[in-house]
């Protein structure tokens, strides 16, 4: 298992972009990104919202791995994969890797205004 893992710390009108590439499948039997609380918990994950995301769950995945992921406090659309910070000022991003034998990347991030998305 490989884990990584981030700290963010948004204002209201601000979104996280997260730009990065999970190992392909014959790589890596299982990957995910996840947010969790100061806590290590994982945020209410029951009621429908969008705090996990998975290799199948991904929108606009590429073949090679790649994917872009949005972390705000309110829904930029249906067009980008949305990590809802539930109001929460701060958090965790955190990485999981299961059975993993591939070169894992670094991710880019960059902290943009929620309107400019």
Known sequence: ?????GPWKLEPHQ?????????????????NV????K??????YQ??????????QLKDYGKDGSYKMVLSHENPGKEYNWLDTEGRANGI?????????????QVK???INFNDL
């Not at 298992?1 to 893992?5: E, L, P, Q, R």
């Not at 997260?18 to 299982?30: A, H, N, R, S, Y």
């Not at 991003?93 to 990347?105: I, S």
């Open 109 to 111: 991030t960059h902290v």
């Open 1 to 5: 298992m490989h884990y990584a893992a």
């Open 15 to 31: 979104a996280l972009v997260i730009e990065g590439k999970f190992p392909l499948e014959d790589e890596c039997v299982f990957a």
């Open 47 to 56: 009621h429908g919202r969008s705090q996990h995301f998975n290799r199948k």
């Open 93 to 105: 991003v955190f990485y999981r890797y299961f059975l993993n034998t591939a070169v894992l990347e």
């Open 39 to 44: 806590f290590m918990q994982s945020l209410d």
């Open 34 to 37: 996840l947010l969790l609380n």
